[in-house]
């Protein structure tokens, strides 16, 4: 991680001084993380809470499995929608909007009666998991090329987080309300809500303090005549550009096996631990936030070792990288699927999940050289392939009906699609235009 200052207040950052918030750079630094965080957590919130809603809603497994799709289907659609919107009315007011609107369902969950009304709310809540696109992109637009890969996947790591927090700390909200003297039925709609409340916090906070590049607001500067990073018109042209470049669904591919199977552990592994290996409420809750958890860092070192790859060998070293990666998430969810008891299975969760949240920090340190012109439409599309790849994942748990083959399934297709990102290759027009950046001309 850099840890000097930032470069002049109207150029991208060269450097992350991580414990500042003097410059526009840095308080966007914090502030995605945070908001991606509150947005994480609000995802994942009704899963570590799953065994209790089960009861209280009286759902099958059939009907779990239509929540698990429901809650990261719709994110797709979101996510190819939001990048555009990035480039067509910038990253704050969109990242504000979205928070705003997301509350609703987070809320809204909470009043849920029937299995109808519960799926219908976890439908909608999926919209705020696109809020890493968000995250993405504004933190590639703030950032220089020596480093964004580090911003990127730091940011997108400890946001990431908010989902491993959700899964230890929404029981423990739960055993509050319970001790209060809050009745089961009460004290889970109670518990949910936390996020939708932190959610509307951070929408007035990200409004307040952030701007869409280092210098301004895109309307600002398009009404001074000033250009902007991203599609010339913004909006869908971006769109099109980036479903033209073969590369893009490469990565949709690739993030779809890493990012796509880090959602679905989120939503099985509570359940899975304690159905499979009978651990209580608890103890299965702090198990699966294990997982999650390792976003704090794990996602940020494949960001900062892409960074450094790069320096070394080119743009095609990230490539590789991630390819290494992939190959690691594979074999170790194989591993996982295999364990034959709770330690062992937390100690194979672990080492696949490093690995697996390596390789979507890999990732994203490659996005911003796919086509810096269409900046949004790349990361919205391979943004919605890690979704893409939960929906898939889920859809196969219920055709197989069965949590052990389909997490052994899943890492076969994972090590295939590692080939994937050796496809991934860059010109020498594109290596010498990434060092030109890298080398001064940083506003470019």
């Not at 969109?94 to 987070?106: D, E, N, W």
């Not at 319970?178 to 916090?201: E, H, Q, S, Y």
Request: net charge positive; with cysteine; aromatic share 12%.
């Amino acid at each position: 991680m850099a840890d000097t200052a930032a470069t002049t207040q109207f150029s991208k950052a060269n450097r992350i001084q991580l414990f500042s918030i003097a410059s526009p750079q840095m308080r966007v630094f914090h502030l995605t993380w945070m908001a991606f965080f509150v947005c994480f957590f609000a995802w994942f919130a009704c899963a570590p809470l799953m065994p209790v809603i089960k009861g209280q809603l009286g759902l099958t497994l059939d009907q779990i499995a239509n929540i698990n799709i429901a809650a990261v289907a719709v994110t797709i659609l979101v996510r190819l929608i939001v990048g555009p919107l990035c480039d067509r009315y910038g990253p704050r007011k969109t990242y504000t909007g979205l928070l705003l609107l997301g509350a609703i369902p987070v809320i809204g969950v909470g009043f849920s009666q029937t299995y109808e009304s519960f799926l219908f709310f976890r439908l909608c809540i999926g919209a705020v998991g696109a809020s890493f696109v968000i995250t993405q992109y504004h933190t590639s637009v703030m950032f220089a090329p020596n480093v964004v890969g580090t911003a990127n996947a730091a940011t997108a790591g400890w946001g990431n987080a908010g989902g491993g927090v959700a899964q230890g700390l929404m029981p423990l909200l739960l055993a509050a309300a319970l001790m209060l003297g809050v009745g089961d039925n009460l004290g889970w709609r109670v518990a949910l809500l936390v996020p939708g409340l932190l959610m509307l916090f951070m929408a007035a906070a990200y409004w307040h303090f952030t701007q869409d590049c280092p210098q301004g607001n895109f309307d600002e500067l398009r009404a001074a005549g000033i250009a902007v990073e991203g599609g010339k018109k913004g909006g869908w042209e971006s769109f099109r550009a980036a479903s033209a470049n073969y590369r893009v669904w490469m990565l949709f591919i690739t993030y779809g096996a890493c990012f796509g199977v880090e959602i679905f552990i989120h939503n099985i592994a509570a359940i899975y631990y304690v159905d499979h290996f009978g651990l209580s409420l608890k103890s299965a809750g702090i198990a699966a936030a294990s997982f999650g958890l390792l976003a704090l860092f794990a996602r940020a070192l494949g960001g900062i070792v892409s960074d450094r790859m790069a320096r070394v060998g080119g743009l095609n070293r990230r490539a590789l990288l991630l390819f290494v990666m992939m190959l690691g998430e594979g074999l170790g969810l194989l591993w996982f699927a295999h364990a034959g008891n709770a330690a062992l299975a937390v100690v194979a969760m672990l080492c696949f999940g490093l690995f697996t949240h390596m390789a979507c920090g890999a990732t994203y340190a490659l996005v911003p050289f796919i086509d810096r012109k269409a900046l949004g439409g790349v990361a919205g599309i391979i943004g919605a392939g890690g979704n893409v790849g939960a929906v898939l994942a889920g859809f196969l748990m219920k055709e197989l009906g069965n949590t052990q083959q389909t997490l052994s399934v899943l890492g076969v297709l994972v090590t295939i699609s590692a080939l994937c990102a050796v496809a991934v290759r860059f010109s020498t027009t594109d290596k010498t235009g990434e060092a030109v950046l890298a080398a001064g001309n940083i506003t470019a």
